[in-house]
């Protein structure tokens, strides 16, 4: 059966993202029968981190120069602010009114490999779905779009992995915190598109987990 010329490009990066995870998912759980906590995690994010990277060396062409900072428009930095305030204001509610008194106590008294996990996740994350997500479909169209289609089939790839919060959070708040994901994976994807590199998304997704750490241990 011919495969459509409009859905050829989101089968590559799909099949290459229920294969990675898959596989880092397996090896997860079985490092959980010989390794402590944060090690199987970290086992899980290194692995996908330097699978999805050595699909950028296999795939990379001329116009994947992905790993570059241009300057930033006045337009971009609003919208980097907008999502700052966004995480402050949705963490403050959450810390506030749910009881997520366990989860304060591990980031305090595991902060350094916490810092550790969230760092190489948010670098890894990048990678994956903006990295090589975003740019492999991007290259198939040559459209204007504000919000790409390739930000749109990523952002998606990304919300459904974080619907494990239904799993630690009160349902209302793992609706919210599941709003703010989705948000924040196309204002990423936004800016990865105009500035061209991963590299700004990356410090933007560093300081949004950072600013979430930090109120956690002040504030929970």
């Not at 330097?50 to 241009?70: A, D, G, M």
């Not at 509610?93 to 190489?120: G, H, M």
């Not at 974080?162 to 349902?171: A, N, R």
């Amino acid at each position: 059966m011919k495969i459509n010329n409009k859905i050829k490009p989101y089968l590559v990066p799909l099949v290459y993202f229920i294969l990675i995870f898959s596989i880092g998912a397996i090896l997860q759980i079985f490092s959980k029968v010989y390794l402590e906590k944060p090690f199987p995690n970290l086992i899980f994010k290194s692995f996908t981190l330097l699978s999805f990277l050595t699909l950028i060396s296999r795939y990379k062409n001329e116009k994947w120069n992905i790993f570059k900072i241009n300057k930033i428009s006045k337009r971009q930095l609003l919208i980097i602010l907008f999502l700052f305030s966004l995480f402050v204001i949705t963490n403050y509610i959450s810390i506030t009114f749910s009881n997520q008194e366990d989860y304060a106590n591990y980031i305090r008294e595991n902060l350094n490999s916490f810092i550790l996990i969230i760092t190489i996740s948010s670098i890894g994350e990048e990678i994956i779905y903006r990295g090589f997500i975003q740019t492999y479909i991007n290259q198939f169209f040559k459209d204007n779009r504000i919000i790409s289609r390739g930000n749109i089939f990523a952002s998606i790839l990304f919300w459904i992995t974080h619907l494990g919060f239904f799993t630690i959070m009160q349902p209302s708040f793992a609706i919210m915190s599941l709003i703010l994901v989705a948000i924040s994976s196309i204002v990423l994807g936004y800016l990865k598109d105009k500035n061209k590199g991963i590299i700004l998304p990356i410090i933007v997704h560093l300081i949004c987990n950072y600013i979430h750490t930090f109120m956690k241990i002040t504030l929970g």
